[in-house]
Nanobody, 124 residues
Framework: QVQLVESGGGLVQAGGSLRLSCAAS????????MGWFRQAPGKEREFVAA????????RHADSVKGRFTISRDNAKNTVYLQMNSLKPEDTAVYYC?????????????????WGQGTQVTVSS
């Protein structure tokens, strides 16, 4: 069955870094665009970053541009989110997701498969 398993979350001080990983199985990873979303308590799920099937094109939300970087390794069926210069407002549960559509999507409703999420907490 399809599985997306996130890891790498935790507690970090403001200005610190974390690297999230998402290991995929049960589908042909290289044929799906991959995305990261986040959701803070009481807020809607928010687009963070996405990457095309081949890894040749990426998109990042304005709020994380210059601080976060999405990447993927199709040989390892894994997508990553490198998060630098973390801020308290980055605190949320982070989810990875897979999308079979042709273009990068920023709307969470476009995504077909979801992981269970990993908590990121940034203290001030």
């Amino acid at each position: 069955q399809v599985q997306l398993v996130e890891s790498g979350g935790g507690l970090v001080q403001a200005g610190g870094s974390l690297r999230l990983s998402c290991a995929a199985s049960g589908f042909t990873f290289s044929t799906y665009n991959m995305g990261w979303f986040r959701q803070a308590p009481g807020k809607e799920r928010e687009f963070v970053a996405a990457i095309m099937k081949s890894g040749g094109s990426t998109r990042h939300a304005d709020s994380v541009k210059g601080r976060f970087t999405i990447s993927r390794d199709n040989a390892k069926n894994t997508v990553y989110l490198q998060m630098n210069s973390l801020k308290p407002e980055d605190t949320a549960v982070y989810y990875c997701a897979a999308d079979r559509n042709a273009l990068i999507a920023t709307n969470f409703r476009s995504y077909d498969y979801w992981g269970q999420g990993t908590q990121v907490t940034v203290s001030s």
